[in-house]
């Protein structure tokens, strides 16, 4: 057998999932394709695809959540939370810059991998606003999780569970999340200049201060003709013009921080979103490093010391993008080695099929971990037919 | 309520006990009926059980020993952080081990930079807001009950409070914790970033009551507090006009950091309590707290005082001092106990959407009136977190089961407009036989093989949350 499935609705999933688990065929899991690139790569046959699940399933502007079938386009979300002037909290990001595909990311595909942006420091990830799941695990069984309300602790959380486990114990039939209002207006600080430990005691300052900072960034040298270290705020009008005159004063000892025009600073928060400065050279390994701000530097510098780096700073230098030479291990051990004891974790992100396949691409697990996550696999997809081995070899 | 006590573990009582006494230092054992007695309920205390023995360990490898060897021969544990669940959470069996986190209550480091301290389990929900406040810091999560309950019981209940409608509860304040398995092992889940390196393990242990490990210390976010908070008491003749406020508040786009729903029997009792200035000759009551500078607040306060006064608003008072304040939320922190002075009571705790409140509410009353009972509504409108208190005399074994009657109409009743049975308080004993009105059998069976590939022997907090007759079938 081989070929996709691409059923119509979640009978249709499950029944194709069943089918699939009684030949124990294992399948590729993808909604529109546009992330397929992460990940350990495998030579399945078969893929199952939501693509043809389509649809907003729940909208409440004034309870603040929407559902939606998992192929539902992004941009669908998006525009239909528009119309209401509300947005998803956690910013997702759009991969299609750095893996140059196609096909617009599904909301499903946004929920398995847990995709957030620059606004996770304030209105937390993907994994925080979703609040419901319905899902299809390994044995074609039709699972719920959760529900429309933002507070809910019946029963064990296998929201949280699926989201950013890239469809390896289940394929999403429907997914709910919390919405919140747009903010009325935005505006973004900017430094000039700043070495990156420097600017990352600036974007400290501003994320300890009372002013609601919700993004908060620095694009070195290497990526910006000038370093340029930027925070965002948003709110009532009033509140944000306060706020970034307040902000500036205490950033006095950094620097003169000027405003961004506002078109500027919706740019640029779009492409620190989407990793833009590392798409080019597409030949170019991506990391994704993720780890207390004040060890970030000190790890870009280290790292840098053995290997050619590009990288900037998001999550106010809680999440590092550094893209490296891709040949041999894309930077593996160098990197993995640096990290070590930092209680973070790295994330080989974009590297070719043949760096994939023989490297660790998430954080690799100690052995009563790996042990650990083996049996959760197992309680779900008894027969491993989904996206098996996507994360960790044997799982 | 409770499965019948293992004989053959009774039995072997004297050389459990013994061998417990090697894993613990001498005074972090209990084996006596009075000292066990104060561990034989929670804040469900119509319930209670005399546990086998108490284990307060002081350190995570201790807690590792006790599980291992509990394991290892078969005894059940269930764990204790202050004791405060409304849902018997923390009620014992007469043959298991409580193992309470009550000892292990340092703070282990405080990172300002990071935005993040690290604390044992055993540590108040109000004493790490009070480690950080001296810098501007706080913890987000604020249950009523922090003066005593532990953040590992937040963490087991992922528990909410007055303020998570702008900053979330306990999920999405946690970083990291430390997690003993049953057989011993030692994990740590998470760490000092913002998100998890492979399976976001640490979602599925907050919440989990217990079911699939015990939490030793975490690491939670600290956030710096806003340069001022203002309550504003909001009294409406009418439970609609009230319902209505809020659904347009949030659909002007404002999200205030609390909304906090009393109706007339409650904002009579706490008023007794706190003198908080609650306005009397109102139907609805709504606590508003809106934070910023003090332009900010004004000019969110504009526009939430224009919307009430559309839906008929009586009285509107604004908080004028840190002490009216501390007064206004005293008098809503201490609802519960304040329902406690006047009767005995059951506190529900289901969510529903917010766009049913209205009725929900109206059906709560009729409910109640059915079993001739009475009820004071208390709760966080906000985000649709219901706290009815049903309101009965516990001595009369009648009345007690006409509010359990009542209390299970409610949570029905939630779940049928969308919500669900608990949303801060935990399944515990309390709500276990109504899991069958929220989940298909297939939803329990996944939850189920997830809880075994934690602890397959089913020895962690082992009455708790799955109906009995669900667990053979997975």
């Known amino acids: 057998m081989s070929g996709d499935l691409k059923p119509r609705d979640e009978k249709n999933l499950s029944e194709s999932i069943k089918m699939a688990a009684a030949a124990k065929m294992p399948l590729i899991v993808s909604g529109a394709g546009s992330k397929s690139g992460i990940g350990r790569p495998n030579g399945y046959a078969m893929s199952v695809t939501t693509q043809r699940m389509q649809g907003i399933s729940l909208y409440e502007p004034t309870e603040l959540v929407i559902g939606a079938l998992p192929g539902t386009p992004l941009s669908e979300i998006n525009q239909t939370l528009a119309t209401q002037n509300q947005m998803l909290p956690f910013e997702p990001m759009d991969y299609r810059p750095i893996f140059g595909g196609r096909h617009e990311p599904t909301i499903g595909g946004i929920a398995a991998g847990n995709v957030s942006g620059p606004r996770r420091i304030m209105a937390g990830a993907c994994r925080d606003s979703l609040i419901g799941i319905r899902l299809v695990n390994g044995r074609g069984d039709v699972v719920k999780s959760g529900g429309r309300v933002m507070k809910n602790v019946t029963g064990l959380d296998l929201v949280k569970l699926n989201c950013g ?55 070195p040298k290497g990526v910006m003709s000038e370093p340029l270290t930027i925070v965002r705020i948003e709110g009532f009008a009033p509140s944000v013009a306060y706020g970034c005159g307040e902000l500036a004063k205490l950033l006095g000892p950094y620097g003169k921080a000027d405003l961004l025009e506002e078109e500027v600073g919706t740019d640029i928060w779009s492409d620190v979103r989407d990793a833009r400065w590392l798409a080019d050279p597409a030949e170019s390994a991506i990391w994704r490093l993720s780890l207390a701000p004040s060890k970030a530097s000190g790890i870009v510098a280290h790292i840098g010391r053995v290997l050619d780096t590009r990288h900037f700073y998001d999550w106010g230098g809680g999440l590092v993008w550094l893209a490296v030479n891709a040949s041999e291990d894309a930077g593996s051990k160098v990197i993995r080695d640096a990290m070590r004891g930092l209680n973070g974790h790295a994330t080989l992100l974009r590297a070719p099929p043949q760096v994939r396949s023989k490297v660790d691409i998430f954080e690799p697990l100690p052995p009563s971990l790996a042990d650990l996550t083996r049996r959760i696999k197992f309680a779900f997809d008894p027969d491993r037919i989904l996206n098996f081995g996507k994360m960790y070899s044997g799982i | 309520m409770f499965s019948e006590p293992d004989k053959e573990i009774l039995a072997r009582r004297s050389a459990i006990v013994k061998h417990l006494t090697s894993l613990v230092s001498s005074d972090g054992l209990i084996t006596d009926r009075d000292g066990c007695r104060a561990y034989e309920t929670d804040a469900l205390a119509a319930y209670r059980k005399m546990p086998l023995a108490v284990v307060l360990p002081t350190s995570t490898d201790e807690v590792s020993a006790v599980l291992k060897f509990c ?59 009070s480690a950080v ?278 949570l029905k009743l939630c779940v049928e407009v969308g919500g669900c049975l608990t949303g801060e308080h935990g399944v515990g004993i309390e709500k276990r036989d109504l899991m069958r009105c929220q989940f298909s059998e297939i939803d329990l069976s996944q939850q189920l093989r997830l809880r075994a590939a934690f602890d397959s022997k089913w020895l962690l907090n082992t009455d708790k949350v799955f109906p009995f007759d669900c667990r053979n079938q997975t």
């Open chain 1, 165 to 219: 486990a890239w469809g390896t114990l289940g394929v999403f039939s429907e997914v709910i999340f919390k919405v919140l209002p747009k903010p009325e207006c935005a505006s973004s600080l900017a430094l000039r200049g700043l070495n990156d430990a420097t600017a990352i005691a600036a974007l400290t300052t501003a994320l300890g201060s009372p002013f609601s900072v919700s993004a908060a960034a620095h694009l």
């Open chain 2, 71 to 129: 394991h290892d021969t078969g005894v059940k544990v269930v764990p204790r952080g202050a004791g405060t669940s409304l849902a018997g959470g923390a009620i014992p069996t007469e043959d298991a081990v409580v193992l309470g986190l009550s000892r292990m209550s340092r703070v282990l480091e405080i990172n300002y930079d990071d935005r993040f301290i690290r604390v044992e389990a055993g540590v108040t929900n109000l004493s790490i807001t």
């Open chain 2, 133 to 410: 406040s001296d810098r501007g810091f706080f913890y987000a999560p604020d249950p009523s009950s922090q003066l005593a309950c532990t953040i590992g019981g937040n963490i087991a209940n992922n528990s909410g409070g007055a303020h998570c409608l702008k900053y979330g509860v306990t999920t999405n304040n946690i970083l990291g914790v430390r997690l003993v398995l049953i057989d011993g092992t030692i994990l740590d889940l998470g760490g000092n970033s913002l998100d998890s390196g492979g399976l976001d393990l640490l979602g599925v242990v907050v919440g989990s009551e217990g079911q699939l490990g015990i939490v030793t210390e975490a690491t939670v976010r600290i956030l710096r507090s806003a340069e001022a908070a203002r309550p504003v008491l909001f009294g409406f003749p009418s439970s609609d006009g009230a319902g209505n406020t809020v659904a347009e508040i949030i659909a002007a786009g404002i999200i205030p950091v609390a909304i906090e729903y009393m109706d007339k029997a409650a904002i009579e009792i706490c008023e007794a309590f706190s003198k908080a200035g609650y306005p009397l000759d109102a139907e609805a009551l709504l606590i508003i707290e809106v934070e910023g500078s003090k332009a900010e607040m004004d000019a969110m306060l504009d526009r939430i005082i224009s919307i009430a006064r559309a839906n008929g608003v009586q009285t509107v008072r604004e908080s004028k001092s840190a002490i009216e304040t501390a007064a206004i939320w005293k008098g809503r922190k201490s609802a519960f106990g304040a329902t406690g002075r006047v009767a005995d009571y059951l506190c529900m705790d289901g969510t529903v959407p917010t766009g049913k409140l209205a009725y929900v509410l109206s059906q709560i009353g009729e409910i109640v009136k059915r079993y001739g009972l009475r009820v004071a509504n208390v709760f966080h409108a906000g985000d649709g977190n219901m706290h009815p208190l049903i309101l009965y005399n516990a001595n009369d074994p009648a009345e007690q089961s006409k509010a359990e009657a009542a209390g299970n109409d409610i």
